[in-house]
């Protein structure tokens, strides 16, 4: 089975310095084979890339050029993380090391092993089982939630108390200085989640950016989850919030027209669950009340609005030229508009 998810060639300003990288390697790992990297050309946040020497391979991911988002692109902070829940959860990639001098890269950076699965995008491979890799995908976002925090390592990663309120109000001035022309659907969809914070369902790991292509795949049983990446946003706080990011990316066949065209994946296709079996399905996992979950939902919707429209300000104030950018502030509007639309008819 050919991977859905192989790297490529490296976009242009994207670059590594190989020469840094190789003595890197060398005083770090031991390697002493020729360095070859390659890009994977997916992801709007932090860059990843394969490293290999000889047979050996490793990702490596580093914040991307250009980025001013204050306390954005941790990665001491995911090398931690990953440290810890990899020795408590085989489905956390395991990091290998860590380098927090900006002059060997240009920003301090991580290499992690690397999981040889599949990763699923808009489309999905034929003869794959959609409905039995929803219900792991489920699942396992049930599985991280009831992991102990304390256990892991990791019962100081957040302060779960208040977590909702400074989530919405931390997102909407994260919109504020991101704001590169009007845009009344997303100033009305945080207004409405401003004055309807929840207090908090409870706490735990979260992951804050759980979607279909932050899942590896088994290649012998793709029904089979092997990993799950992408962990800059993870942090301790009311796993219902997680649950309404996931939702947010979950597009499905009513959905309006302009919606269904951004999808994040195949989750329109017959064999999906909708959003609703979706969360029906979270809470017979992990016995949570899921019956807010139109809130949720719209934060999800909201905060990731928020997250392309602060990448598509970086593209308009010229810190990256990645022509995928072009139209983040469009899409931005159009998940604050999906989220109005849920609201109005009162539903997820």
């Not at 290998?96 to 240009?106: K, S």
């Not at 939630?145 to 919405?168: C, F, I, M, S, T």
């Amino acid at each position: 089975m050919t991977l859905v998810d192989a790297p490529s060639e490296i976009r242009p300003g994207e670059e590594l310095d190989l020469p840094r990288l190789t003595a890197y390697l060398q005083s770090q790992l031991g390697v002493n084979s020729r360095i070859e990297i390659r890009q994977f050309p997916r992801g709007h946040s932090n860059l990843t890339y394969l490293v290999r020497a000889g047979d050996r391979e490793w990702v490596l991911r580093r914040p991307p050029f250009g980025s001013q988002v204050k306390g954005a692109h941790d990665m001491g902070r995911e090398f931690r993380i990953l440290s810890k829940l990899s020795q408590a959860w085989p489905k956390a990639p395991k990091p290998v090391a860590h380098c927090e001098d900006p002059e060997v890269l240009g920003a301090p950076f991580y290499l992690m092993e690397r999981l040889r699965g599949v990763i699923v995008r808009t489309e999905l491979p034929s003869g794959f089982p959609l409905g039995a890799i929803c219900n792991s995908f489920v699942e396992t976002l049930a599985e991280l939630h009831g992991l102990d925090a304390d256990e892991v390592g990791l019962g100081d990663l957040g302060k779960p108390e208040g977590y909702n309120q400074r989530q919405v109000l931390g997102w909407s001035k994260r919109y504020e200085n991101a704001q590169t022309e009007p845009a009344k659907e997303i100033d009305e969809l945080g207004a409405w989640l401003r004055a309807r914070i929840p207090s908090e369902s409870g706490a735990a790991l979260v992951h804050n950016d759980y979607k279909l292509d932050n899942v590896v795949l088994a290649e012998n049983d793709p029904s089979r989850i092997i990993g799950v990446l992408d962990w800059e946003m993870s942090t301790l706080g009311d796993p219902l919030m997680d649950l309404g990011t996931t939702l947010a990316y979950w597009v499905q066949a009513d959905d309006p027209e302009e919606l269904q065209r951004i999808a994040f994946g195949p989750t329109m296709q017959d064999g999906a669950p909708t959003r609703r079996e979706l969360a029906l399905r979270y809470a017979e996992k992990t016995g949570r009340d899921v019956s807010n979950a139109l809130f949720y939902y719209a934060f999800g919707l909201f905060k990731t609005a928020v997250v392309l429209q602060q990448i598509y300000f970086r593209f308009r104030k010229g810190l990256t030229t990645d022509p995928r950018f072009a139209d983040l502030g469009e899409r931005a509007r159009i998940l604050a508009r999906a989220g109005l639309h849920a609201i109005e008819a009162d539903t997820i």
